[in-house]
């Protein structure tokens, strides 16, 4: 069987094969999946691939599969994992966050100011594949950066550098690490001028970093002797999905509840009258992190969180049955009790995770009276919500999670409103994507349609 294109999704315990074809014409078709355990461990991540690639074979039920292109994303070996250096956290730092968090990166430290002993001790633990450097606004204060710099640099790590910050600094950068084993990378300042970000530079360029340089990360040496396409970050592939729908239907919010975290996606500029009164400026592509929110890494958490009588009886079991079930629970729920216990834990997250990803309005009262300001991402204008991921995809009451966004907001937060449509991810593709989209962004553009079945657009891609 002949396939235009394969995507490797090379997580870290699982590898996903999805196959495409009919890329490169007007109707592209989704052919199936195939899947494997990661074989990080083994120090080659070809073996996953392979046996993912069987998987695929064995699901179409042919016995040899032949492909043109390979593309793929990795969050094998840790992901990829950043640290970020700035000058004061409220602003250059948390610019520089948002663009690593925006191109899928897992951030392990962050340091606002002058790098400490104990800061550089712990960058040295971390063993990060890209460092951030950023702080000062264009022309505005220098040494700080500058500082931050030269103690990097003699660490003398052989780890890719990333400079987005202030402009004046350039030069001084490229001399501080010209005869260090580190590669230089100067990109647009992320905080040019006070509430004003620009992540979107420096987002594009840790992508590219991450796809020069992942044969460095542990288990990933041999990844680009079978992959002839791009390697971009799996969160960012899933980010870079949510930007093209967005280019063509209109802000949206995605959520992926995996068995680690939980991760939200959103790319919307809010309203103009919620602007007016942001306190601070918010990236038009947002990404947070929820390490705490997982189904099954972090589930502890979770459960920890509700009140386990009024649950019982929710369930209609005993608590000890209650304790019972979440002792016992697996990876993948199998029995009804189990997966709607599952449901109760994923909603949970859900909600959770949108109210810290979410802003929220907060009243101010002074010698004028009472001043409303709004704090945080608005995700007042979004019209779609997107369930991905495991659980989104698969649980029974997927929809009736999601529609608890809205129903949860307390009133005085920036949520989605009741009238944003829900939508699944249905193939679980949009990772493949979003680095198919790359090369061939109709195609996969089509393709996210389907899956997420949006019956207004249907007919423009039948078959």
């Known amino acids: 069987m002949k396939i235009d294109v394969l995507v490797a999704e090379i997580g870290s315990t699982t590898t996903v094969m999805n196959a495409f074809e009919g890329v490169k014409g007007e109707f592209p078709r989704f052919v199936g999946q195939g899947q494997a355990p990661t074989s990080v461990k083994q120090g080659d991540v070809n073996i996953g691939i392979k046996e993912a690639i069987d998987s695929l074979k064995d699901k179409l039920n042919v016995d040899s599969?032949?492909?043109?292109?390979?593309?793929?994303?990795?969050?094998?070996?840790?992901?990829?994992r950043m640290t970020v250096h700035g000058l004061v956290y409220d602003m250059t730092v948390r610019a520089a966050k948002e663009a690593a968090l925006g191109a899928g990166a897992n951030i392990h430290q962050i340091t606002a100011g002058k790098l400490r002993r104990t800061d550089l001790k712990k960058l040295k633990e971390i063993h990060p594949n890209i460092i951030l450097i950023a702080g000062g606004v264009d022309f505005g204060e220098r040494d700080t950066a500058i500082y931050n710099a030269e103690q990097i640099a003699s660490l003398d790590l052989d780890v890719p550098i990333i400079y987005a910050g202030n402009v004046e600094n350039q030069e001084e950068m490229r001399l501080i690490f010209e005869d260090t084993?580190?590669?230089?990378?100067?990109?647009?300042?992320?905080?040019?001028?006070?509430?004003?970000?620009?992540?979107?530079?420096?987002?594009?360029?840790?992508?590219?970093?991450?796809?020069?340089?992942?044969?460095?990360?542990?288990?990933?040496?041999?990844?680009?002797?079978v992959v002839n396409g791009k390697i971009i970050p799996t969160p960012g592939a899933v980010m870079t999905s949510?930007?093209?729908?967005?280019?063509?239907?209109?802000?949206?919010?995605?959520?992926?509840?995996?068995?680690?975290?939980?991760?939200?996606?959103?790319?919307t500029e809010g309203s103009e009258k919620i602007s007016r009164i942001l306190i601070s400026p918010e990236p038009i592509n947002k990404r947070t992190v929820e390490g705490d929110m997982g189904m099954f890494v972090s589930l502890p958490n979770v459960f920890e969180r509700f009140d386990k009588e009024k649950l019982s009886k929710k369930m209609d079991v005993s608590q000890d049955d209650l304790e019972k079930l979440f002792i016992e629970m697996n990876p993948i729920?199998?029995?009804?009790?189990?997966?709607?216990?599952?449901?109760?834990?994923?909603e949970e997250a859900v909600v959770t995770s949108i109210r810290r990803h979410a802003g929220h309005f907060r009243?101010?009262?002074?010698?004028?009276?009472?001043?409303?300001?709004?704090?945080?991402?608005?995700?007042?204008?979004?019209?779609?919500?997107?369930?991905t991921g495991g659980a989104l995809t698969r649980l029974p009451n997927r929809i009736e999670i999601m529609e608890s966004i809205a129903k949860?907001?307390?009133?005085?937060?920036?949520?989605?409103?009741?009238?944003?449509?829900?939508?699944?991810?249905?193939?679980?593709?949009?990772?493949?994507?979003?680095?198919?989209?790359?090369?061939?962004?109709?195609?996969?553009?089509?393709?996210?349609?389907?899956?997420?079945?949006?019956?207004?657009?249907?007919?423009?891609?039948?078959?």
């Open 181 to 225: 084993k580190s590669k230089l990378y100067i990109v647009d300042n992320v905080y040019p001028k006070i509430d004003m970000l620009n992540v979107e530079p420096t987002r594009r360029v840790i992508q590219e970093v991450f796809e020069e340089h992942i044969t460095h990360a542990p288990g990933m040496q041999k990844v680009k002797e």
């Open 408 to 463: 949860s907001n307390k009133g005085n937060e920036l949520f989605p409103s009741d009238s944003a449509e829900i939508l699944v991810d249905n193939d679980y593709i949009m990772a493949s994507l979003g680095v198919m989209s790359l090369k061939y962004e109709d195609s996969a553009y089509k393709l996210l349609l389907k899956s997420l079945k949006l019956k207004d657009n249907l007919a423009e891609i039948a078959q």
């Open 363 to 387: 009243d101010l009262f002074g010698s004028k009276g009472k001043t409303t300001i709004a704090e945080g991402k608005d995700l007042t204008m979004v019209k779609y919500i997107i369930g």
């Open 242 to 267: 949510c930007i093209l729908l967005k280019e063509r239907l209109g802000d949206l919010l995605a959520i992926d509840v995996g068995g680690a975290t939980t991760d939200v996606h959103s790319v």
């Open 65 to 80: 599969l032949e492909y043109d292109e390979l593309f793929a994303t990795s969050s094998a070996a840790g992901g990829l």
């Open 333 to 346: 729920p199998k029995t009804d009790l189990e997966k709607k216990f599952i449901e109760q834990m994923c």
